[in-house]
Nanobody, 114 residues
Framework: VQLVESGGGLVQAGESLRLSCEVS????????VGWYRQAPGKQRELVAA???????RFVDSEKGRFTISKDNAKNTVYLQMNDVKPEDTAVYYC?????????WGQGTQVTVSS
């Protein structure tokens, strides 16, 4: 399984950004998908997650500016980031989960300037 993230870059505070994660297999083969991030010197943390079936979404309460969505037909997961802040600077990773295994992408860098 390969996951390829894209959409990162350098943006200014207050702007919006949409990250994409293209999965090499049908995402309906997995239980859930999620976005994580890791800032320099910090642990990787969950940003948002969504089950493949159903509408329940998890978004970290401190990151209500972010929205996770998926397009099953394109096997792609998105993270819409609005009103970004300098503290959102990190490498953003996509993950898909099966019952006994998880798969990660290589990450995409997001840098927010003030």
């Amino acid at each position: 399984v390969q996951l390829v993230e894209s959409g990162g870059g350098l943006v200014q505070a207050g702007e919006s950004l949409r990250l994409s994660c293209e999965v090499s297999e049908k995402i309906t083969n997995f239980l859930a998908v999620g976005w994580y991030r890791q800032a320099p010197g910090k642990q990787r943390e969950l940003v948002a997650a969504i089950p493949i079936t159903g509408n329940l979404r998890f978004v970290d309460s401190e990151k209500g500016r972010f929205t996770i969505s998926k397009d099953n037909a394109k096997n792609t997961v998105y993270l819409q980031m609005n009103d970004v802040k300098p503290e959102d600077t990190a490498v953003y990773y996509c993950k898909v989960l099966r019952a006994v295994r998880e798969y990660w992408g290589q990450g995409t860098q997001v840098t927010v300037s003030s």
